[in-house]
């Protein structure tokens, strides 16, 4: 076990530094080839899990240091790339790794009574799926502030969910053991716009240094808010813990912009961190993976009990935490000495040749095609995070 949890933060370091690659799919690309790794059962099982949780630790470093736009255009970014513009990246990744470690010990001790009361109600829940989704689409358009906003969310819905039915059944297959459409239609909803967008910056100013401008009542009332989020998110499919950090943004402190940055990247990495946690339970619970890695040992048939999973979940974890300011500090100072507009051309190729070896010719379609969908939120006026009717919308119609 303590080989294979070795082995995975290596690797979900590397996979996590990679922008595009979505953890899901690289946790079902470890289970592809986990039959030809030689090792008992358990260390496999170990190492992907361990893979799978440093890797949603890691990738916040990828998504803060590329993609920044040029500063005029600051009002609009992405709460953690305003950071960025204002000289506070050094921040937003301390405040990431801060809100990941503090749900990760909230999450597994919540995890047991939330998980007894999600057995209880879940066939309900189940029975109920297109209200329940259909509600968070609702408040996810009602916490647009203007009517304009609103407005421009329903269409984007409308956009994102059209795209999920056109493509999330079809089958792709691309030169990797595993195939599917999950990787381009991702980078190319969320990745392409916001890297199309940067291509003229001026790319991650000089950051200054990593103290937290922020109070800790902020900090533990966005800790909650996110765990309370991934604990929604862990149990019900089709949800992101992005969504989850939006709809918390309605309880957290504060209406500047800079504070509500800094609210937003801790609820949502103590979201994603919570999510991990708490779909472990729901596994063993409900009987259902709710994260890729799960998906993964469960199809390859790898152990995936809590003795094992929980302890590696936490310990990879823990160093996920610290590797994030380490780890994000350096990439922010090596992408800053870069041209933008040579960066982000890298990294649109990279992205093409991704969904090609994922999903062949039709995967790079989908990318190109999902890139288009992606840009709707920012030409309207809205937030990106009402892209994630794309997988939503198929779910909960079924």
Known sequence: VVAGVVAGVVLGTCSGLVPGLHANAFALLLASVASTIPGPPIAIAAAILAAATVHTFLDVVPALALGVPD??????????????????GREAMRLSALGSGAALCLAVPLALPITEVMVGIYPVVRDSLWVVLGAVVLALVWTEPTLRGRLAAAVTVVAAAGLGFAVLDRPFAGPLPVGGVLAPLLAGLFGVPVLLDARD???VPPQGDRTLATTPTAVVRSVLAGTGGGAFVGYLPGVSA?????LALAVLPGRDPDESARAYVTATSAATTATTVFALFALVGLGTPRTGALVALTAAGLPSGLWVAVPVTVVAGMVGAMLVPLLGD??????????QRRLVTAVCVFLVVLSWAFAGVGGVAVLVVAALVGSVPVSLGCRRVHLMSVLMAPVALG
């Open 71 to 88: 500063a005029a255009l600051a009002p609009g970014a992405l709460p953690g790339h305003r950071l960025v513009l204002g000289g506070r």
């Open 201 to 203: 910056g001026a790319g």
């Open 242 to 246: 992005g969504i989850a950090g939006t």
């Open 330 to 339: 350096r990439a922010l100072l090596l992408v800053g000495r870069f041209d």
